[in-house]
């Protein structure tokens, strides 16, 4: 599968900002796990802020593996080829 330049059209802005560092990340340090940025602003953002990262990885365009307990160790992983 390959990743494109630019978001897809439709994505929430939480949505789009979140896969653009993907992409960003990937870019400039292909070799290096790409850990979930902390989310910036208030708390009560923080639900939306994972709600973006599921439906990231509902339309196939991540994967994150969430081995640990706080978000900012999950990793953001290219998603499954089929």
Same mark, same amino acid.
């Given at each position: 599968?390959?990743?494109? +330049?630019?978001? @897809?059209? *439709?994505? $929430?802005?939480?949505?789009?900002? &979140? !896969?653009?560092?993907?992409?960003?990340? =990937? =870019? =400039?340090? $292909?070799?290096? @796990? /790409? !850990?979930? @940025?902390? /989310?910036? *602003?208030?708390?009560?953002?923080?639900?939306? !802020?994972?709600? +973006? &990262?599921? =439906?990231?990885?509902?339309? *196939?365009?991540?994967?994150?593996?969430?081995?640990?307990?706080?978000?900012? *160790?999950?990793?953001?992983?290219?998603?499954? $080829?089929?």
């Amino acid at each position: 599968m390959t990743l494109t +330049a630019t978001p @897809p059209i *439709g994505l $929430s802005i939480n949505q789009r900002n &979140l !896969y653009m560092y993907f992409l960003n990340h =990937k =870019k =400039k340090y $292909s070799n290096t @796990p /790409c !850990y979930v @940025p902390r /989310c910036s *602003g208030q708390n009560s953002r923080l639900e939306q !802020y994972l709600n +973006a &990262l599921n =439906k990231l990885e509902q339309y *196939g365009l991540i994967r994150v593996d969430r081995s640990t307990d706080n978000y900012t *160790g999950w990793i953001i992983l290219n998603p499954k $080829s089929t």
